[in-house]
């Protein structure tokens, strides 16, 4: 490249920027890199010397830059609230791996909002309303939870009525979703609040209390087919608590049309509508 016209058209930069851009460098150095003459430019003596070192290094950074993309494009990186990272989507996500055995999954658990700009999150599941400014959010289903039990603590305190529940050992006593139950179920005496009583961060957790026979807990059905059906847990009563939250699959709005995302929210949204037939009709309608 003989004049820094054609490096500007290369570089998409204007000749007077590029011609700046070399005086700067130049003036830092304290050299000439350039030899102008005749409205034409070759490499001094210093930038010769410069030259392989430079060019290696771009080259490496070439590099950097490609296999950054190469894995960017090869891994899906998940989050999802530990209710149900932990539980449904846990079961279920070897099928989606064999179904694109190209795609590398890594998935993290929490019930705090990731923050997609300081992470290299792609998606999420979230509880929410389904407005977060800069995403687009997927309904999926509502939140809705009843209480849980084993067997021998049904059997050990006599729970024959929605209204027992208020004299046994409940997990989180003081959580609303207690209160809104009862409610629910005709129980028209209210739980007394208690500084008694234990709280468990996540339904992980309050699944090995339940099974263990320390309490009943206010969770999730649908998370718990495989303990409902082997009898390890037993939902006594069909009464649902609906919440006004649903559960959403977001990413940012930028990335609508990324394949590996695409795929997931294919693939998410088929594996849940197998589970349609489960719950009532109105926990798979958008909330308002």
Do not use: C
Request: no cysteine; aromatic share 10%.
């Amino acid at each position: 490249m003989q004049n820094f016209s054609r490096a500007a058209e290369e570089l998409g930069l204007t000749q007077a920027a590029v011609s700046y851009q070399i005086r700067q460098l130049e003036d830092r150095l304290g050299r000439a890199l350039f030899v102008r003459e005749k409205g034409r430019v070759r490499l001094s003596e210093t930038g010769q010397r410069l030259l392989p070192a430079i060019s290696n290094a771009f080259a490496t950074m070439g590099d950097a830059f490609a296999a950054l993309g190469s894995d960017e494009a090869d891994v899906l990186t998940i989050n999802a609230v530990t209710s149900f990272g932990g539980t449904w989507l846990s079961a279920r996500i070897g099928s989606f791996q064999l179904l694109y055995p190209e795609l590398a999954v890594r998935m993290s658990m929490s019930n705090h909002l990731i923050d997609f700009d300081a992470s290299n999150v792609d998606v999420a599941i979230r509880m929410g309303k389904g407005r977060w400014p800069g995403l687009r959010s997927d309904f999926l289903m509502r939140q809705h939870v009843a209480p849980l039990a084993s067997p021998a603590f049904i059997e050990a305190n006599g729970i024959n009525e929605p209204a027992d529940l208020l004299r046994v050992q409940r997990l989180a006593p003081n959580d609303s979703w207690w209160a809104e139950w009862f409610a629910a179920a005709g129980v028209t005496t209210l739980p007394v609040p208690s500084r008694r009583g234990i709280e468990l961060d996540s339904q992980l957790q309050e699944a090995s209390a339940v099974q263990a026979g320390f309490g009943i807990a206010m969770m999730t059905p649908l998370f718990w087919q495989t303990e409902l059906a082997s009898g390890r847990m037993v939902q006594p009563f069909d009464t649902l608590h609906v919440s006004g939250f649903g559960m959403w699959l977001v990413h940012r709005d930028n990335r609508v049309g990324v394949r590996k995302i695409e795929r997931f929210r294919e693939w998410l949204h088929a594996e849940i509508a197998k589970d349609r037939h489960l719950l009532p009709d109105a926990l798979w309608e958008p909330l308002p």
